[in-house]
């Protein structure tokens, strides 16, 4: 008989080796999704065709760059050209931007220097808070990858391991827990 309670451990044990797979391989696929999709996410940028207009002439006449740099002023110029046409001909409602895009325009905005009350008010109205604004959805969607891509690692060395109940790490757990949820509410929603 004490051989029993042995195996129901190492069935138990076998069990949350196959759930912790299953979540690893859910957050995974979902990760790659949420990868994709952030990829080719345009984000807007507010202010409309005056702040288009504003932030291309910048990036024509203003921006300060070195060596490598100027392919960034190249491409984010040619980008928001395509936003201004896009703009004056009423495509388009409000401009948007790609991540890429909006962290090289901030880059080069952060090395802006100037003097006087009238060119600091243009310079934050016109584009450093847009661009500003746009830069902290597209951070918050990179933060949430980068939280994902943690809690693949953690959940991957965890299989790796075959952490047991015993030593079962806590964070392992709220993930498996938040993942376990998730993937049944999709069961649910494909049926």
């Not at 040619?78 to 896009?86: G, I, K, P």
């Amino acid at each position: 008989m004490s051989n029993q309670p042995k195996l129901e451990v190492v069935s138990s044990t076998n069990e949350k080796q196959e759930i912790r797979k299953r979540s690893a391989e859910f957050l995974e696929k979902k990760l790659e999704a949420r990868r994709e999709e952030v990829s080719n996410k345009a984000y807007p940028v507010k202010g409309g065709l005056a702040t288009a207009k504003a932030l291309r002439e910048f990036i024509k006449t203003e921006a300060q760059w070195k060596f490598t740099e100027s392919l960034g002023i190249i491409e984010a110029e040619r980008v928001l050209s395509e936003q201004v046409a896009l703009l004056e001909k009423k495509e388009v409602a409000e401009m948007e931007l790609g991540a890429l895009t909006i962290e090289a325009l901030y880059y080069f905005l952060t090395k802006e220097e100037g003097k006087g009350l009238a060119k600091a008010v243009r310079y934050v109205n016109n584009l450093l808070r847009p661009v500003n604004e746009a830069l902290t959805s597209s951070k918050a969607d990179r933060e949430e990858i980068n939280q994902m891509e943690k809690d693949l690692a953690t959940l991957q060395e965890a299989v790796h391991q075959r952490v047991g109940f015993d030593g079962e790490d806590s964070i392992v757990a709220e993930i498996e827990k938040e993942l376990q949820e998730e993937m049944e509410k999709k069961i649910n929603n494909d049926e």
